[in-house]
C-alpha cells in the first residue's frame, strides 16, 4: 500500500509541471504580440515595451520558463502589472473569504446531495424519484449566476432574510459571518449539488443490485442495514471520486459568485486583473487553483486505499 | 405404438385485422415521443431557440445596438416589448439576438471539440507511448478547472466570439478525447477486430468499418455535453466580462449590464436569464435523452 | 408432524416490457423434517425462481407471487415484511450460486458471518465474534482465526461458500435453502462442498432444498426429487426410485444424457434431448415438452397432463408415462 501511496505522489510533480507549462505557454501560443496585448490597445509603445521587459517576453522561451518555474519553487508568483505587488501578496489578502465560500459550498453540497441521492435511488420510480431526478436537471441546467440572481431575488430582495452582498469575516462574529455566506454558498453548490445527487443515486442504483445485497436481505437485514451499512460503502467510491473531480466546478465557480454578490476574494482578484489585462495575477490564481486540486485529487485517490481493502492488497 | 407427431397449427383462432385509428406516421410519431420524451422535450426546446436565432431580423426587432438617451430604462411597453437597458437599448432584440451567439458558439464548440477530441483520442489509443506522453497532457488540461482556463485563456488574447470559441474548444477537447480513447482502447481488444486483422482487412478498412461506427453514439452524447457547456462558459464569461464583446449582445452580456441595477429593474437581468436557462435545459434533456437511447445499459440504471 | 415446509399452486410471474411473464406455473411439494429435497431442472425452468420465492427475495414491485408457502403451518406469502425478516437468516437459511458475489466486498469475512447472528440474537458484538469464529471452524476453515479477519477476495471459491453456509446456518435454521451451491466451483471442491452439506445435515437435523441442475449432486444429496420443466413439475418421487424407473420423458431424457466413464468412443454420440426448453412467453396449450417428445401424440398437445401417481410417492405428469399403457 504504501508502495501505491509513493507511486501516486511521484506522478504529482509532473503534472503540475504540465499545468505549469501550460499556463505560461497560453501567452505565447495567441497569435499576436502578447506584451500588446496586455498593454492594451490605448497604450504608447514605450508602455508596450515596458511591459514586455516587465514581465521578461524579450527572452527567450525556455529560458523564461525556466526562470520562472525556478521562481515558483521559490514561492514567488511574479507581480502584478497593475497592482505592483507581488501576486502571492495579493492573493494572500483575500484568501480567506473565497476559502470560506469554497468550503461551505462543498459542506452543504454534500450534505444534501447524497441523501437526496439515497432517497432517489431506495424508491426508484416513485415520485419522489422523479422529482427529484427532474430538479437536478433543472439545477444542473442553471448557470451560477442565474442561480445567484435567482436566490439573492427571493431570500435577499424580497423576503429579506438574508444579505445579499459583502462579506464578514468570522473574527467580527459567527452569526453575520454565515448570514453574508449563505446564498453565495448554496448558489455555487447548486449545480455541483445535482451532479452529485445523480451520481450518488446511480451509484447507490448500481450497488443494490448487486449480490451480496440480495444475501443481506437473505440474512434478514432490514432497508436502513442494508441502505448504510452494505450500499453507501460500497457506493462510495464513485461518489467519493465525483465530490473530488467536482470541486474543479466550485473553484471556477467562485469567480462568478463572488461576482454576483461582491464579496472581496480571489475571484474579485481575478476580475479586476481580467479588466486590466493583469496576466501575471490570472496566471499566479490559476496555479494556486491548480496546484489545490491536484493536491486534494491526490488526498481522495490515496483515501481510496482506506475505503476499499482491494486495493490494498 | 410410438409415433411421431408434428405440432398441428395451433390455438390462436384467427383475429379480425383491426384497421389502425389513426394514419401509420403518426402513431409512430406518438410511440417515438412516448418512449423518449426528453429527446423530444429537448429537441424542441433547441428548435424554438434556433428559429429565434435564424429569424431574429424579422421578429419584429430593431437594431440591438441602437442607443438612445432619451430612453433608458423603461419598463415594458408596447413599442418596447421587454423595455429598455440602461443605455436605452431595446432589451427585446438584445435578447433575440443573443440567441445567434448562444446557438452559434454552441454548435462550433461541440463540432470543434469533437473532431478535435477524435483525433487526440485516436492518437493516444494508436501506441503505448503516444498514449502515455497525450495521456500525460491532457490530465495536465483537466487538472486546471475549466472556467479559469478559459478566463486565462481569453486574457491572454484579443476578445471576439473566435476567441471565445477556441478557448472552450480547448477546455472541452481533453474530456472528449478521454471518452474516445477509451472506446479505442475496449475496440482493440474486442475479438471482431482481431478477427479482421487476421481476415487481412487492411486498417483504413478497420477504422471505416468497425470504429467509426462504435465511435458515434458516445460522440454525439459528448457532443451535447459539450453544447451545454459551452453555452454555460460563455455565458460566465461574458458576464464577468471576459467573453463576447460587449458590442454584440450575448444573454451573459446582456445580464453583466444589467448587473448594477438588478434590485430596481430585475426584469434586465431575468429575462436573458430564463432565455439561458430554458435553453441549456434543452441541450441537457436531448443529452441526457440521447444518452439514454443510445446506451440501454445505462438507462436500465438511470 | 406439520412438514418443515408446504408449498402450494405458487405462481411466480414477472412484468416486463413484452407484458406478464409467468416463470413459475403451479408447483406444489412438501419439505419433511430432516428431508433433503433436491429441485432439479435446466436453465429457464423456473427453479430458481421458485427457491428465491421461498424467503420472498423477489423484487416486489415487478414480481407477482400467488399460491401458499407454508413454513411450519405459518403462511409467508401474506406475512408482513417484519415477519419476514425474523424468518430470514434466522429460521430459514439461504446459500447462492456465486459465493464471490455474494459477499460484501468491503466487510471482512467475521464481521458478515456476525451480522447474521447479531441481525436475530441478542448478544455482545465480541460474543457474536466467538461464535462466528466456532462456525468458521465448524464447516471447515483451516486457521480460522486469521481468516476471520480477512476480506472475501483473499478467499478461495470454496473457502466463501464455506462461508456463506457458516452465514446461513448461524441461527440455526430448520430450513436450508441452496441454490445451485456447487456450479460455479471446482469439481473436486464441489465435492468437499457436498460433504460438509452432508455432515450439516446429519449434525443439525436441518431440512435442505437444493436447486440443481447436476443429477451427480442430487444422487449424492438427495433423498426426494422433484424435476421441474418450463415452470411446472412434472416428476416427483424418492432419488432411487427416480434414478431407476425414471417416469417423464423429460426425466429419462436427462438420465441418459448423462455421460458415463463406461461408454466408449463406439457407443456414438451422446444423447441430447432434441430442442431447446421454451422460453415463458412461448407456452403454449398441451404439454410444454411435447415438442421435444419422442412419445408425443395428438393429445399431448392438447391438454396438459395432470400429475398422477405412477408408483407410492412417485408422481409425474405425462399422459405417456412408463407403467401407464397407451391409451
Known amino acids: 500500500m504504501i508502495y501505491y501511496m509513493f507511486?501516486?505522489?511521484?506522478?504529482l510533480p509532473p503534472v503540475m509541471l504540465i499545468v505549469a507549462f501550460i499556463v505560461f505557454g497560453l501567452l505565447y501560443v495567441t497569435p499576436g504580440d502578447p506584451a500588446a496585448m496586455i498593454a492594451g490597445d490605448q497604450a504608447t509603445p514605450e508602455e508596450v515595451e515596458r511591459i514586455r521587459i516587465a514581465m521578461g517576453l524579450d527572452q527567450p522561451f525556455y529560458l523564461r520558463f525556466g526562470f520562472w518555474i525556478w521562481q515558483l519553487a521559490r514561492g514567488d508568483l511574479g507581480t502584478s502589472i497593475f497592482a505592483n505587488q507581488p501576486v502571492a501578496q495579493m492573493i494572500g489578502q483575500r484568501i480567506g473569504p473565497t476559502f470560506s465560500l469554497l468550503t461551505l459550498s462543498l459542506i452543504i453540497s454534500v450534505a444534501i446531495a447524497v441523501p437526496v441521492g439515497i432517497v432517489a435511488a431506495w424508491r426508484k420510480g416513485h415520485a419522489i424519484d422523479r422529482i427529484i431526478t427532474a430538479l437536478?436537471?433543472?439545477?444542473?441546467?442553471?448557470?451560477?449566476?442565474?442561480?445567484?440572481?435567482?436566490?439573492?431575488f427571493s431570500f435577499s430582495t424580497s423576503l429579506g432574510w438574508l444579505p445579499a452582498q459583502g462579506y464578514v469575516p468570522l473574527s467580527e462574529g459567527f452569526g453575520p459571518y454565515i448570514s453574508h455566506l449563505i446564498l453565495p454558498s448554496v448558489t455555487l453548490g447548486v449545480s455541483y449539488a445535482a451532479v452529485l445527487a445523480r451520481t450518488t443515486r446511480a451509484s447507490m442504483l448500481d450497488v443494490l443490485t448487486?449480490?451480496?445485497?440480495?444475501?443481506?436481505?437473505?440474512?434478514?437485514?432490514?432497508?436502513?442495514?442494508?441502505?448504510?451499512?452494505?450500499?453507501?460503502?460500497?457506493?462510495?467510491?464513485?461518489?467519493?471520486?465525483?465530490?473530488?473531480?467536482?470541486?474543479?466546478?466550485?473553484?471556477?465557480?467562485?469567480v462568478i459568485t463572488e461576482s454576483v454578490f461582491s464579496i472581496p476574494g480571489i475571484g474579485r482578484l481575478t476580475l479586476d486583473a481580467i479588466l486590466h489585462r493583469d496576466y501575471p495575477v490570472i496566471q499566479g490564481v490559476v496555479l494556486l487553483f491548480s496546484a489545490s486540486y491536484v493536491a486534494i485529487n491526490l488526498i481522495t485517490d490515496l483515501a481510496y486505499t482506506v475505503v476499499d481493502p482491494r486495493i490494498r492488497y | 405404438m410410438n409415433h411421431q407427431a408434428s405440432p398441428p397449427c395451433v390455438a390462436t383462432p384467427l383475429r379480425a385485422v383491426e384497421l389502425p385509428s389513426r394514419p401509420l406516421v403518426i402513431r409512430k410519431v406518438l410511440k417515438f415521443i412516448k418512449r423518449h420524451p426528453q429527446i423530444v422535450a429537448g429537441a424542441s426546446i433547441l428548435l424554438v431557440v434556433a428559429l429565434i436565432a435564424v429569424f431574429a431580423p424579422v421578429l419584429g426587432t430593431v437594431d440591438p445596438r441602437a442607443l438612445s438617451v432619451t430612453k433608458r430604462l423603461r419598463p415594458p411597453s408596447a413599442e418596447f416589448w421587454f423595455g429598455t437597458d440602461a443605455l436605452g437599448r431595446d432589451l427585446y432584440s438584445r435578447v433575440v439576438y443573443g440567441a445567434r451567439i448562444s446557438v452559434s458558439v454552441s454548435i462550433s464548440c461541440a463540432f470543434l471539440s469533437c473532431l478535435g477530441g477524435t483525433i487526440v483520442g485516436m492518437i493516444s489509443a494508436s501506441g503505448r507511448w503516444a498514449d502515455s506522453a497525450v495521456m500525460r497532457v491532457m490530465d495536465g488540461f483537466m487538472s486546471i478547472p475549466s472556467m479559469l482556463l478559459?478566463?486565462?485563456?481569453?486574457a491572454a488574447t484579443r476578445g471576439s466570439i473566435g476567441t471565445v470559441i477556441i478557448a472552450i474548444t480547448v477546455v472541452e477537447i481533453p474530456r472528449v478525447a478521454r471518452v474516445i480513447r477509451g472506446v479505442m482502447l475496449a475496440l482493440r481488444e474486442m475479438p471482431f477486430v482481431e478477427a479482421a486483422i487476421a481476415a487481412g482487412s487492411t486498417t483504413p478498412k478497420i477504422i471505416i468499418r468497425h470504429l467509426v461506427p462504435a465511435v458515434i453514439s458516445p460522440l454525439t452524447v459528448q457532443a451535447t455535453y459539450v453544447a451545454s457547456a459551452a453555452i454555460i462558459i460563455e455565458a460566465s464569461l461574458s458576464f464577468i466580462g471576459a467573453g463576447t464583446p460587449p458590442t454584440i449582445p450575448s444573454w451573459g452580456n446582456i445580464m453583466a449590464d444589467g448587473k448594477a441595477l438588478w434590485q430596481v429593474k430585475p426584469q434586465l437581468v431575468f429575462i436573458p436569464a430564463a432565455f439561458l436557462g430554458l435553453t441549456i435545459l434543452g441541450v441537457n434533456l436531448l443529452g441526457d435523452g440521447l444518452r439514454d437511447a443510445l446506451d440501454p445499459r445505462m438507462a436500465e440504471r438511470s | 408432524m406439520t412438514a418443515v415446509l408446504e408449498v402450494q399452486n405458487l405462481e411466480v410471474s414477472f412484468a416486463s416490457a413484452a407484458g406478464s411473464i409467468r416463470a413459475v406455473r403451479g408447483v406444489s411439494f412438501v419439505v419433511e423434517h430432516a428431508e433433503t429435497l433436491a429441485i432439479v431442472g435446466e436453465s429457464g425452468s423456473g427453479k430458481s425462481v421458485t427457491a428465491l420465492s421461498l424467503m420472498r427475495l423477489h423484487n416486489a414491485e415487478r414480481t407477482t407471487v400467488s399460491g401458499?408457502?407454508?413454513?411450519?403451518?405459518?403462511?409467508?406469502?401474506?406475512?408482513?415484511?417484519?415477519?419476514m425478516r425474523s424468518v430470514r437468516g434466522?429460521?430459514?437459511?439461504?446459500?447462492?450460486?456465486?459465493?464471490?458475489?455474494?459477499?460484501?466486498p468491503l466487510m471482512k469475512v467475521g464481521d458478515q458471518i456476525a451480522e447474521a447472528?447479531?441481525?436475530?440474537?441478542?448478544?455482545?458484538?465480541?460474543?457474536?465474534?466467538?461464535?462466528?469464529?466456532?462456525?468458521?471452524?465448524?464447516?471447515?476453515?483451516?486457521?480460522?482465526?486469521?481468516?476471520?479477519r480477512e476480506y472475501p477476495h483473499q478467499l478461495s471459491g470454496g473457502m466463501r461458500q464455506r462461508v456463506m453456509i457458516a452465514m446461513a446456518m448461524a441461527c440455526d435454521p430448520e430450513i436450508l435453502i441452496a441454490d445451485e451451491p456447487t456450479t460455479a466451483l471446482d469439481v473436486t471442491v464441489q465435492a468437499q462442498i457436498l460433504d460438509l452439506m452432508r455432515e450439516l445435515k446429519t449434525r443439525t437435523g436441518s431440512s435442505i432444498v437444493i436447486i440443481t441442475h447436476d443429477l451427480g449432486v442430487v444422487s449424492e444429496l438427495a433423498d426426494r426429487v422433484v424435476i421441474m420443466y418450463a415452470g411446472t413439475k412434472v416428476e416427483e418421487g424418492l432419488t432411487e426410485e427416480i434414478f431407476s424407473h425414471p417416469?417423464?420423458?423429460?426425466?429419462?431424457?436427462?438420465?441418459?444424457?448423462?455421460?458415463?466413464?463406461?461408454?466408449?468412443?463406439?457407443?456414438?454420440?451422446?444423447?441430447?434431448?432434441?430442442?431447446?426448453?421454451?422460453?415463458?412467453?412461448?407456452?403454449?396449450?398441451?404439454?410444454?415438452?411435447?415438442?421435444?417428445?419422442?412419445?408425443?401424440?395428438?393429445?399431448?398437445?392438447?391438454?396438459?397432463?395432470?400429475?398422477?401417481?405412477?408408483?407410492?410417492?412417485?408422481?409425474?405428469?405425462?399422459?405417456?408415462?412408463?407403467?401407464?399403457?397407451?391409451?
Open chain 1, 136 to 152: 437536478t436537471v433543472l439545477a444542473f441546467s442553471l448557470p451560477v449566476f442565474v442561480v445567484g440572481y435567482l436566490l439573492a
Open chain 2, 150 to 154: 478559459a478566463i486565462a485563456l481569453m
Open chain 3, 117 to 148: 447472528i447479531l441481525l436475530h440474537q441478542d448478544m455482545s458484538g465480541s460474543e457474536a465474534r466467538r461464535r462466528a469464529l466456532k462456525l468458521l471452524i465448524q464447516v471447515g476453515i483451516a486457521d480460522a482465526e486469521r481468516r476471520m
Open chain 3, 90 to 104: 434466522n429460521a430459514i437459511g439461504m446459500i447462492f450460486q456465486e459465493p464471490m458475489s455474494s459477499l460484501n
Open chain 1, 7 to 11: 507511486r501516486r505522489i511521484l506522478m
Open chain 3, 68 to 83: 401458499s408457502i407454508k413454513f411450519k403451518g405459518t403462511e409467508l406469502l401474506d406475512a408482513p415484511e417484519t415477519q
Open chain 3, 247 to 327: 417416469a417423464h420423458p423429460y426425466t429419462l431424457g436427462l438420465l441418459t444424457a448423462i455421460p458415463s466413464l463406461d461408454r466408449s468412443r463406439h457407443d456414438g454420440p451422446l444423447t441430447e434431448i432434441p430442442g431447446h426448453v421454451p422460453s415463458p412467453s412461448q407456452i403454449r396449450a398441451g404439454c410444454s415438452f411435447a415438442a421435444r417428445c419422442n412419445r408425443s401424440s395428438s393429445i399431448c398437445f392438447e391438454s396438459e397432463p395432470k400429475l398422477e401417481a405412477v408408483a407410492p410417492g412417485h408422481l409425474a405428469a405425462c399422459h405417456h408415462k412408463r407403467g401407464k399403457p397407451f391409451p
Open chain 1, 210 to 254: 448487486q449480490d451480496y445485497v440480495r444475501t443481506a436481505i437473505a440474512k434478514g437485514a432490514g432497508p436502513r442495514v442494508i441502505l448504510y451499512k452494505h450500499a453507501l460503502r460500497n457506493a462510495c467510491v464513485p461518489i467519493v471520486t465525483v465530490v473530488s473531480i467536482g470541486i474543479a466546478t466550485l473553484m471556477g465557480g467562485s
